[in-house]
């Protein structure tokens, strides 16, 4: 029996709702609309993908938006001073870094220069510690966004043997501690990486399977367990072939690309129980997860105030 699929688009959608009856009951209670400041660095095509589709989810949920756009040829120190007199801008209630910054900029160095209160993004070490503690404020959007997906299948996590594959700042170790967080309903997670020596094994024994590689058909079916939940985050492009293995071409002779996850989903759909689908899983909620962290951003500065 084929999974049942976890659709992101249709969970965004009920977020969005959500978030925007919060704004509205903010502006009509506090005269207060959470303002969200985009800061890039020179010109880079797939910044302004991001930025476009910020705009236009802020706009639907009536977060206000802004982007600060500075020259490519902008020092390190000037960076930081810009983030420094943004934190201090009482309108402003969260910060977020286009990447990819210039080679001259250290990404995480910036990051870090956020003040924690308008970090939407999760990634500064005082909200990191927050989840290690088990009550994160605000969190990387993609492994909220994993968790948020996880949760919609109604399932209990509660002692689950869960594999992640990928141990990065944004996924990876965050997500773990996610499933962690409770004292008495926690996961039981592994996590796997580069230096693990047989991944198989690792997701063989996954009753939950979240991966987070970026690397097309790393995980095949040969290696999910039967029955199992997959959250596959990846977002790879690979040519489209045809019957014959080759490429497909398009009018100027170059190959035709579609957008697919770290996981074989053609294979994984027959052996598990539920998988999110790449593209319109991970993807749609994690920019619904941005502005929910704007929102929370915004109460908390208010409380700061009061």
Same mark, same amino acid.
């Given at each position: 029996?084929?999974?049942? +699929?976890? &659709? ?9 709702? &959500? ?27 797939? #910044? ?25 040829? @902008?020092?390190?120190?000037?960076? %930081? ?18 990447? /990819?910054?210039?080679?001259? +900029? ?28 088990? #009550? ?5 959007? @993609? ?19 869960? =594999?992640?594959?990928?141990? #990065?700042?944004?996924?990876?170790? /965050? ?12 996961? =039981?997670?592994?996590?796997?990486? !580069?230096? =693990? ?5 690792? =997701?063989?024994?996954?009753? +939950?399977? !979240? ?6 058909? %790393?995980?095949?079916? &040969? ?5 199992? !939940? ?44 539920? !998988? ?31």
């Amino acid at each position: 029996m084929a999974a049942k +699929i976890i &659709d992101g688009k249709s969970l965004a959608e009920n977020f969005k709702e &959500d978030i925007k009856r919060e704004v509205r009951e903010l502006k009509e209670r506090h005269k207060v609309v959470p303002l969200l400041t985009a800061i890039q660095v020179g010109e880079n095509p797939a #910044s302004a993908v991001y930025v476009k589709s910020q705009r236009k989810s802020c706009e639907e949920v009536g977060i206000d938006y802004q982007l600060q756009k500075l020259p490519e040829a @902008t020092s390190e120190g000037e960076l %930081l001073k810009f983030i420094e007199k943004l934190n201090k801008d009482d309108r402003v209630n969260g910060i977020i870094l286009e990447m /990819p910054l210039p080679p001259q +900029i250290n990404a995480r160095r910036m990051q870090m220069a956020i003040t924690p209160k308008k970090d939407v993004e999760g990634m500064s070490p005082s909200n990191m510690g927050m989840l290690v503690y088990g #009550s994160p404020k605000l969190a990387p959007c @993609t492994a909220l966004a994993a968790m948020e997906l996880l949760k919609s299948t109604g399932v209990d996590i509660k002692g689950k043997e869960v =594999t992640v594959v990928g141990h #990065s700042e944004i996924v990876g170790k /965050p997500i773990t501690l996610l499933l962690l967080s409770s004292v008495l309903e926690s996961a =039981t997670p592994t996590v796997c990486h !580069i230096a =693990t020596r047989d991944l198989a094994s690792h =997701t063989r024994n996954a009753e +939950i399977l !979240i991966v987070a590689v970026g690397k097309a058909g %790393l995980i095949k079916g &040969d290696m999910i367990k039967e029955g199992a !939940i997959i959250i596959d985050v990846g977002i790879n492009r690979v040519p489209i072939l045809d019957e014959k293995g080759e490429p497909l071409l398009d009018t100027e002779g170059k190959p035709r690309m579609k957008t697919v996850g770290d996981v074989v989903f053609e294979e994984a759909i027959e052996k598990a129980s539920y !998988i999110t689908p790449v593209p319109g899983g991970v993807g749609p909620l994690t920019v619904v997860m941005l502005l929910r962290n704007t929102l929370t951003a915004c109460k908390w500065q208010m409380e700061k105030k009061g």
